[in-house]
């Protein structure tokens, strides 16, 4: 067995090697192996979706802006509204390249799988910059990207290490700070998105995609999902299994969630007319 598994093994790396846009290391090796994963494959502590340490992300999420703007408002001081932006924003600046430090020690990792051209990556340069500057249009495309997009991560995470491993750590910190940071902004400076924001988002998503398409073609790595659907059960899984369908399906659910996560806003607005 053991000898079948070597071979199975080169016949990997002989396909990584030859073949770079087949450098989904976990891709191939389950396909090879579904009831073995070796090394960094097989997690000492797997990830439970929706057991008590995601549970308590998830409520952390919700509980901590809330708690940060009662901070704010209580000290009525610019200063504790400092410290608690420059310490989301350190941590997760830390967490990115504490991160990028770790993960060599696990796996084969090469540089084409630690670029930032994930989503969240961007977000998180851009909730970042509207926690300092608080100015609307960097906390539009924060907003519809964090929430949209993070949101779903936090949900249904594409995970498969559990607490108290630190690439768990990594991903929900990674993911949670932005949501944390939009809500904080728009409970302490009363920041939202206009309809408007709809259309300058969108391009703004648009050039995400055609820099990421580019990238995972040189890369061969699925950055953005854009390569095919994640491992986990998210909503790309509805979506068709042709790629150029499917990527065309992912511009419409973007569009979709954009369209929802103004909703409350465009319901507000109209409520408000109507009684002024």
């Not at 504790?80 to 990792?109: C, D, K, P």
């Not at 940071?181 to 988002?201: D, E, K, Q, W, Y």
Request: aromatic letters at 16%.
């Amino acid at each position: 067995m053991a000898a079948k598994i070597a071979v199975l093994q080169l016949i990997v790396w002989n396909e990584l090697a030859d073949k770079p846009a087949r450098r989904d290391l976990p891709r191939l090796l389950s396909d090879l192996q579904p009831p073995v994963r070796l090394g960094p494959m097989n997690p000492a502590h797997p990830f439970h979706p929706y057991g008590p340490a995601h549970l308590t992300v998830i409520f952390l999420t919700i509980a901590l802006p809330f708690f940060f703007a009662a901070l704010v408002r209580w000290t009525k001081s610019a200063i504790t509204e400092r410290i608690i932006v420059g310490a989301l924003s350190l941590i997760l600046v830390l967490n990115y390249f504490v991160y990028l430090s770790l993960v060599g020690q696990f796996g084969a990792v090469s540089w084409e799988q630690t670029l930032p051209m994930q989503l969240c990556d961007w977000a998180m340069v851009v909730i970042i910059i509207a926690m300092w500057t608080r100015r609307p249009r960097w906390f539009e495309v924060a907003y519809f990207w964090g929430i949209g997009g993070t949101v779903q991560a936090v949900l249904t995470p594409n995970l498969l290490y559990g607490f108290p491993d630190f690439r768990y750590f990594s991903f929900f910190i990674s993911h949670c700070g932005i949501i944390i940071g939009i809500v904080f902004l728009m409970l302490t400076h009363h920041l939202r998105p206009h309809a408007f924001s709809i259309v300058r988002v969108f391009l703004w998503t648009e050039l995400y995609f055609v820099i990421t398409l580019a990238t995972d073609h040189f890369t061969g790595f699925n950055y953005g999902f854009l390569l095919h659907k994640p491992e986990a059960k998210t909503l790309l899984n509805i979506l068709s299994d042709y790629r150029p369908l499917y990527l065309f399906e992912m511009h419409l659910l973007a569009l979709v969630f954009f369209l929802v996560l103004y909703g409350p806003f465009a319901i507000y607005d109209l409520t408000r007319r109507r009684f002024l």
